[in-house]
C-alpha cells in the first residue's frame, strides 16, 4: 500500500482530488488530499501574510500528525512550491515526489516574479487590491482561465463545479520566494506531463540532450516521466487515469530517459 499526499494548484483545495482519491483508495492505497491554509474549506483563514512558507507548514503538518513517512508526495501546478519546500525539511518522511503538470521551481523563485513579466504582475497586483480585498488572485474569468492551463476534458458539469469550490488564492504564494536547502534533492520524482496542455516528454528530452543545465540535475536522478492526454486539471478530468498514473509513478515504473551525448 502506499500512500499519496495530494496538494493541488492555485484555487483549489482537496476537494479537488475526490474522485481521484476514490480510485486510490479502490485500488488498495491510502489518499490524503490537502487544503492549504486560505483555500477550499480554509478560505477563512487566508491574511495578508499567507505565503509559500504558510503552505509548507500546511504539508509538513500533515505528515507529522498523520504519522506519515515513506509518502508519494504529489504537487499539481502551483502546489510543487510548497510540496518541494517540505521534501526539503522533511525529506525522511517523503519516498517520491510527483511533478503533476508542474513546473520545476529552485531555490528564491516565487510563481510571479520568475514565470510572470511585469506586464502582467502589475495586471494582478491591480485585481489583488481592487477585487481580491488586497490579499486574494481572484478565480480567472472563464475565458481567461485557459491563460493558466489548458482546460481540455472538462465538460460543463466539471467547469461549474470548479468555478463554484474554487476560491481567491492567497497573493503572498505567489509572491513569496521558495527556499530550498537541497535536502530533498536526492529523492526519487516523477513528473507527469498533460499533453493538451503542451507539454510533452519530448520537449524536456530534447531540452536534456541539448545539455540544458535546468535539466541536469532533475533526470541525472531516480526520474520518471508519464503523459496524460488531458489539460492541466487531470484530477477533475480524467481521475481514473491519473490515479493510475500515480500508482505507476509509486511504483517506480514510467519512461527513464537516456543520458545524451
Same mark, same amino acid.
Given at each position: 500500500?502506499?500512500?499519496?499526499?495530494?496538494?493541488?494548484?492555485?484555487?483549489?483545495?482537496?476537494?479537488?482530488?475526490?474522485?481521484?482519491?476514490?480510485?486510490?483508495?479502490?485500488?488498495?492505497?491510502?489518499?490524503?488530499?490537502?487544503?492549504?491554509?486560505?483555500?477550499?474549506?480554509?478560505?477563512?483563514?487566508?491574511?495578508?501574510?499567507?505565503?509559500?512558507?504558510?503552505?509548507?507548514?500546511?504539508?509538513?503538518?500533515?505528515?507529522?500528525?498523520?504519522?506519515?513517512?515513506?509518502?508519494?508526495?504529489?504537487?499539481?501546478?502551483?502546489?510543487?512550491?510548497?510540496?518541494?519546500?517540505?521534501?526539503?525539511?522533511?525529506?525522511?518522511?517523503?519516498?517520491?515526489?510527483?511533478?503533476?503538470?508542474?513546473?520545476?521551481?529552485?531555490?528564491?523563485?516565487?510563481?510571479?516574479?520568475?514565470?510572470?513579466?511585469?506586464?502582467?504582475?502589475?495586471?494582478?497586483?491591480?485585481?489583488?487590491?481592487?477585487?481580491?480585498?488586497?490579499?486574494?488572485?481572484?478565480?480567472?474569468?472563464?475565458? +481567461? $482561465? !485557459?491563460?493558466?492551463?489548458?482546460?481540455?476534458?472538462?465538460?460543463? #458539469? *466539471?467547469? /461549474? =463545479?470548479?468555478?463554484?469550490? %474554487?476560491?481567491?488564492?492567497?497573493?503572498?504564494?505567489?509572491?513569496?520566494?521558495?527556499?530550498?536547502?537541497?535536502?530533498?534533492?536526492?529523492?526519487?520524482?516523477?513528473?507527469?506531463?498533460?499533453?493538451?496542455?503542451?507539454?510533452?516528454?519530448?520537449?524536456?528530452?530534447?531540452?536534456?540532450?541539448?545539455?540544458?543545465?535546468?535539466?541536469?540535475?532533475?533526470?541525472?536522478?531516480?526520474?520518471?516521466?508519464? +503523459? $496524460? !492526454?488531458?489539460?492541466?486539471?487531470?484530477?477533475?478530468?480524467?481521475? #481514473? *487515469?491519473? /490515479? =493510475?498514473?500515480?500508482?505507476? %509513478?509509486?511504483?517506480?515504473?514510467?519512461?527513464?530517459?537516456?543520458?545524451?551525448?
Amino acid at each position: 500500500m502506499a500512500v499519496f499526499v495530494l496538494v493541488a494548484g492555485g484555487w483549489l483545495g482537496g476537494w479537488a482530488w475526490r474522485d481521484v482519491a476514490a480510485e486510490l483508495e479502490g485500488a488498495g492505497h491510502r489518499a490524503v488530499p490537502v487544503t492549504l491554509t486560505g483555500l477550499g474549506d480554509r478560505a477563512h483563514l487566508a491574511t495578508a501574510e499567507t505565503g509559500v512558507s504558510t503552505h509548507i507548514q500546511d504539508i509538513l503538518n500533515v505528515l507529522e500528525y498523520e504519522e506519515l513517512s515513506g509518502v508519494v508526495l504529489v504537487g499539481h501546478s502551483y502546489g510543487i512550491f510548497p510540496v518541494l519546500g517540505a521534501a526539503d525539511r522533511s525529506p525522511g518522511r517523503v519516498g517520491r515526489v510527483v511533478f503533476l503538470d508542474a513546473a520545476a521551481p529552485r531555490d528564491g523563485q516565487s510563481v510571479v516574479n520568475t514565470f510572470m513579466d511585469p506586464e502582467r504582475r502589475a495586471a494582478f497586483e491591480e485585481r489583488v487590491a481592487t477585487k481580491g480585498e488586497g490579499l486574494r488572485l481572484p478565480l480567472p474569468e472563464p475565458h +481567461e $482561465l !485557459p491563460l493558466w492551463g489548458s482546460v481540455d476534458g472538462l465538460d460543463d #458539469t *466539471a467547469l /461549474a =463545479r470548479m468555478r463554484r469550490l %474554487a476560491v481567491g488564492h492567497p497573493y503572498g504564494s505567489f509572491t513569496e520566494p521558495l527556499r530550498l536547502t537541497g535536502a530533498g534533492d536526492g529523492l526519487p520524482a516523477s513528473a507527469v506531463f498533460c499533453t493538451a496542455n503542451g507539454n510533452t516528454v519530448a520537449m524536456i528530452e530534447a531540452l536534456y540532450r541539448a545539455g540544458d543545465p535546468r535539466l541536469r540535475a532533475v533526470v541525472d536522478k531516480d526520474t520518471t516521466f508519464f +503523459e $496524460l !492526454p488531458t489539460g492541466h486539471y487531470p484530477m477533475l478530468s480524467v481521475p #481514473t *487515469a491519473t /490515479a =493510475r498514473v500515480l500508482i505507476d %509513478a509509486a511504483e517506480g515504473k514510467g519512461r527513464r530517459l537516456e543520458p545524451g551525448p
